[in-house]
């Protein structure tokens, strides 16, 4: 490639040349010895003459062959101009890029594609945020702006070759945008019959009992023609772009119950493969349920009969009674009837299903509401209707059942995000419906039961409500308020700060600065990972301190602006929208290094309202992604620094964290477990990261605190 100098640059280089022949004995200005002249011919002289007119010659032929190649046609379409650039074009690769951007948005390829050739060979790597001179930045991106515009002139070999190697170099989101589309158009040119991609998952049946919590749906999806999208449940996986082999892990939150999952993966020419499984969670102990205890008076005497049932969905692999084992089949319901004598004091029971969910069961023989009551038989006809005709003329039951719940009180705090419920109800007759919360949880008629429940608790104050009914419409119901406590290190405020400012527009200004900010907004809180500042804050300091939203694009007003409402990181960046789609780009910036923690794109043609809220959800899940919550473990503490278990892959430099010590909560009279408190011992900055372990440094420590090894740590 040719270098351009100006004709002054030319001319002195061909002038110190010639001095340089004339007088070939000066060879610094401290020579004080002068060697003897070199006298030449005529002949000589005339052709050393000849050769420098001829430098000199195609010294101006160079300078202008560069002046023709930096002049570029100039377009005006529907009014706007393309192929400026702002300033001088003074020939640097910023310049032609510049140039070449314009051009592309005009959709005057031909120029654009000679533009950013160029511009590659002035400078051959994409980079974003490439220093341009002094302390002046552009995001450069010369290789996928050039494989955008072949893609747009039916180039796709060359595309493909361009926007790979962005990628190669740098990744973005607009890159492997139109990668896709340019694969899908390589593959629609083959004309061949596409196939459904091949979709496995780790679970290998299509029906599956669990007791997990949360249950993990992982699996591969593969495909020649390259994977674009992988859902679970309708809930898309963020991909990032398409790939031959995707591997997905999704943990989901399912309650008791069965459960159909659908899987779906798609390739980029639309085919579609589907999985479907049936997932029974069920963490809860069998159900047991006893019709009767009595002694049969034509019996042997001494001896108790005990009736009843144990059943579980899951199907039964375990039943005891006092020890002795009760045959099972591992069938949902298992029916038992033993004799046992009448001066034992109660009976064990217990019953386990197949997952291992366990149900315990002491029953009192003795107990006066077991005690079959006699009937009052007046008569005996010989189709028994005699004896309907007793229990008619019997005392009426008034007596409602009795609830009990083992090891609660009528009021409790725990800092659990679940408990169980073990208890029983007992009537004198029968019980006809038993609730919990008003879902049943009576499968039969009995006289007694013993359940083992599940309950998930929101944060704050939770009503339990166990109700009973037996069969004479006797009602009895037991409420138990429950409190739960999130350990401070776990609460939302302890999380990382961050104020969403509004994004710089560039190109064509729609409203889809605040329109993107408050849907960003909205996709950061609904995720609960980041203690977001309110926008209505922001607006009022704004206000306070006569600051315009343009000026936030300034990095040092809103550095002041994030530390002014107590921010440690702001989230902004930059809107580009040109006449072929929109690209966002954000960067989380750490208000009191001023470091960019993290710089995240997204990308769409769709430049509708609805199309800024699926960007503004994609780039909260990147921002996610790159600040996930984690857990560790302290392994040694020395001055002022820790180390933690948490090394390379599982955190990151400069990432915050909470130094916190926890603490076994347990009933005070049943010894019950209620939970873990947690208090914080300080607050650490990663700065170092190993293979397998990390370096913090304190940064604030609460008084009289002892940091030592076993205590935890949480990213902020």
Known sequence: MAVCHSP?????????NQRRYRYPWRKTRSSHSRPPKILLSPVLKKAFQRFFLALTLIGSLSVSSCAVQEKAPIHISDGKTYGKVQGSFRGRWWNYYERGLSYADGRFFEEAARDFRTAIQKREKDQRMARTYGMHFVDY?????????????????????????????????????????????????????????????????????TREDPVLISGTAEDENFVSEVTIQGAPLYLGGSKSQVSFKEDLALDQGPHTIEVVAQNLPG??????????????????VLEDVYTDPNGPGGLATIKGSAYDEAGITHLTLNGAQIPTKGRREVSFSKKLPTHLPGVDLVAVDRLG????????????????????????????????MAGLFGPKDTRPPEISIKGWTDSQTVYLEKIY??????????????????????IRKGKRIFFNHIVKLKEGQNSLTIEAVDDAGNKASKKIMVTRIVPKPLQLAERLSLAVFPFAQQGTALEAGLSFQDNLIGALVE?????????????????????????????KTALRLGRLIAAQTILSGNILETSTGIEIVGRVIDTETSEILAVEDVYDEIKQHQ???????????????????????????EGNTILTDMGKGKIDLQRRLVVYEEESIKHPLNGRPLGMDCHIRGHARVIQVMPEMSKAEMVERSSCALIKPLDKVISQ
């Open 527 to 555: 995720q609960g990972r980041f203690r977001v500042v309110e926008r209505d804050r922001l607006d009022l300091i704004l206000e306070e301190q006569k600051l315009s939203r343009t000026k936030l694009a300034d990095k």
């Open 357 to 388: 969910n366990r149900t315990s069961a002491y029953i009192e023989l003795n107990a006066p509401s077991t005690r079959r009551k006699p009937l009052m038989v007046a008569c005996r006809d010989i189709d028994g209707s005699g004896l309907l």
């Open 141 to 209: 991106f010369a290789h996928r702006e050039l494989g955008i515009v072949y893609f747009r002139m039916g180039d796709l070999e060359e595309a493909k070759k361009e926007l790979t190697l962005s990628l190669n170099q740098f990744s973005s989101a607009k890159a492997g945008f139109y990668l896709d589309r340019v694969r899908k158009g390589l593959i629609e040119k083959t004309g061949r019959d596409i196939a459904p991609p091949t979709l496995r998952l780790d679970i290998e049946k299509d029906e599956v009992w």
């Open 421 to 442: 419920l073990d208890g029983h109800v007992v009537d004198e007759n029968s019980l006809e419906r038993v609730t919990l919360n008003d879902k049943p949880i009576l």
């Open 271 to 288: 085919k579609t493969s589907r999985r479907h499984v049936l997932i029974h969670v069920d963490r809860e102990g069998p159900l047991i």
């Open 8 to 16: 002054l640059f030319c001319l002195c280089i061909n002038r110190q």
């Open 611 to 637: 199309a800024l809220k699926t960007l503004a959800k994609g780039m909260a899940i990147k921002v996610h992604r790159r600040f996930p919550l984690v857990s560790g473990t302290v392994i040694k503490q």
